[in-house]
């Protein structure tokens, strides 16, 4: 186990964002552990939410840019499995250690975590206005 999450961990790369000793576990745990994986596993976020909209929201590629933001919002909320493959994705990097510090407060990490993500793919939403094949 231990060769895992070493290799874990140097394949994540750094810490991302601030941490200080003021920092609070969620804090810390989202700056060291989910911002360095969400960086890690971006293009597959892309090509799973590019697929997802191929699939369940056909007309977004002609929604206006505004629109296209709270669809992407709306589809991480609102549709429980599409969040459920995206925290997989993004759990399946995690430590043991880490694993065991997140479920001590999943529901506070879970919402940093989606939080993070969709501001990461609002922040691209360049990349969906041509319909992928």
């Known amino acids: 186990m231990e060769d895992r999450d070493t290799f874990l961990k140097e394949f994540r790369g750094e810490t991302l964002g601030?941490?200080?000793?003021?920092?609070s576990p969620d804090e810390l745990f989202q700056n060291q552990t989910i911002r360095p994986i969400l960086k890690l596993q971006n293009d597959l976020?892309?090509?799973?939410?590019?697929?997802?909209?191929?699939?369940?929201?056909?007309?977004?590629y002609s929604y206006s840019v505004e629109k296209k933001l709270q669809a992407i919002e709306n589809s991480i909320q609102k549709d429980i499995k599409f969040r459920n493959s995206l925290k997989g994705i993004v759990m399946g990097l995690f430590t043991i250690d880490e694993y065991d510090?997140?479920?001590?407060?999943?529901?506070?990490?879970?919402?940093?975590?989606?939080?993070l993500?969709?501001?990461?793919?609002?922040?691209?939403?360049?990349l969906f206005e041509v319909e992928a094949k």
């Open 101 to 115: 510090t997140y479920i001590q407060n999943s529901s506070n990490l879970n919402k940093r975590m989606m939080n």
């Open 18 to 23: 601030t941490v200080s000793a003021q920092s």
């Open 45 to 60: 976020f892309i090509a799973v939410f590019v697929n997802y909209i191929n699939k369940n929201k056909r007309d977004f």
């Open 117 to 126: 993500l969709i501001e990461r793919l609002k922040s691209q939403v360049q």
